[in-house]
């Protein structure tokens, strides 16, 4: 079993534990029991998760509250599943005391974590996450929020975990590409905060496909340790903590671009790439670290090139309208080399000039794939 632990400042319990082994699932339930004695738990969870099995694994007989979100996905990440959630644990006659436990991917964790946020003003919410998303990346953080009608995440409140579990083993039932679009978070980790994880990464790329469990275990416990500590050191997304933004500012005009037909994965592999090319033009780059990151990408079937149907205008229209842009235009994370981001008087966003990133989504388009 590896083990870390998070402190966050300022929050009241001070600190949770992540918890990291494979196979586990079916004996967690007595542990949870034994380390949040007094709380009632509620599950949340959805309907793939239960029909691979994973919520018969958690709970075996035991006859626990669980409310299942169907349709799986972020279709149902909206108020109204949260609201039906909430109602579910008034009907259960539960209290300030409720413990909520999340069992499924990022969408699970962000609904969960949401309603366990403002129920009753706020409850604990443990994390159990099964994808290589939440693993890597959402149930590690304390950002949850469900999505309004205009836009992702509109509806948000700060909750960190009161302990997170995860169970490498969960991976091994989850689609393809699922699997291999969260780990361009992982790759992303590693560019920001540690070469020697990239390495990791570069060697063992073929085991973690093959989602051999030992590997995957070592690749959540590098993810825990590098998002974990930045959300320690920035809680709130102050200054630090948007350097996990890395090639998200065009990842996310080019999935959103794409009418969401590409993962999210998929395109922030294409927004790291443009950061590279960005870095390239700004005379920042290594000479063949944009060839690695490539190399990766391309064993993880992800995209390095832009979609050919996506206009160059629309992506620039949706990078102005980011929710981070000053005088519409959002400052980029950049590396000076892999695992240091660049930092500029303090600062970890830095500007880069509309033309330059004009051009380099130009060049975007016509990279040899
Ligand atoms: N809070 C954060 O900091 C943060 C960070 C990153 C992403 N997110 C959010 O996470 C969401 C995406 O998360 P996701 O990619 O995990 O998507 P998801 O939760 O929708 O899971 C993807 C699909 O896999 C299924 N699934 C989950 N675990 C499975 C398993 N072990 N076996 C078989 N099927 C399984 C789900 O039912 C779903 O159909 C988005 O809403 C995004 O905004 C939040
Ligand atoms: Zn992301």
Not at 6 to 32: C, H, M, N, R
Request: net charge neutral; glycine share 8%.
């Amino acid at each position: 079993m590896l083990e870390l632990e998070v402190t966050i400042p300022a929050v009241e319990s001070g600190s949770y534990k992540i918890k990291i082994s494979s196979g586990y699932l079916d004996s967690l339930w007595p542990q949870i029991q034994a380390d949040f004695n007094r709380s009632n738990k509620f599950v949340v969870t959805d309907e793939n998760v239960v029909s691979a099995g994973h919520l018969q694994k958690l709970l075996g007989q035991r006859d626990i509250p669980t409310f299942v979100i169907s349709p799986a996905g972020e279709t149902s990440k909206n108020i109204n599943t949260a609201a039906s959630i909430i109602e579910a644990m008034e009907k259960a006659y539960l209290g300030r005391d409720t413990l909520v436990v999340a069992l499924g991917g990022g969408t699970v964790g962000d609904i969960a974590g949401f309603a366990a946020a403002v129920f009753k003003r706020g409850v604990g919410v443990v994390q159990i996450p099964t994808t290589t998303v939440a693993q890597a990346d959402s149930a590690i953080g304390g950002k949850t929020g469900v999505d309004s009608k205009l836009s992702k995440n509109a509806f948000g409140a700060f909750r960190h975990p009161t302990a997170v579990y995860i169970d490498a083993a969960t991976l091994t039932t989850l689609d393809d590409r699922e699997f291999r679009a969260g780990l361009v978070e992982s790759v992303k980790h590693a560019l920001i905060a540690d070469e020697e994880y990239f390495v990791f990464l570069e060697n063992n790329l073929d085991a973690i496909l093959e989602r051999k469990l030992d590997v995957l275990e070592k690749t959540a416990y590098f993810n825990c340790k590098i998002k974990g500590g930045v959300v320690a050191a920035d809680p709130t997304e102050q200054n630090k903590r948007r350097m996990l933004n890395y090639g998200h500012t065009v990842g996310h005009s080019v999935e959103q671009a794409s009418g969401f037909a590409l993962l999210h994965g998929e395109a922030v592999a294409i927004g790291i790439i443009a950061a590279g090319l960005i870095e390239f033009e700004l005379g920042m780059a290594e000479s063949d670290r944009l060839e690695k990151i490539r190399k990766i990408f391309k064993k993880l079937g992800v995209p390095v090139t832009l979609p050919p149907n996506l206009a160059k205008d629309t992506l620039i229209n949706t990078i102005k309208r980011d929710k981070k842009a000053i005088n519409k235009w959002p400052r980029f994370i950049l590396i000076d080399k892999i695992g240091q981001v660049h930092c500029e008087d303090g600062q970890w966003a830095v500007e880069v000039e509309k033309e330059l990133v004009e051009k380099v989504l130009d060049k975007l388009c016509t990279e040899k794939k």
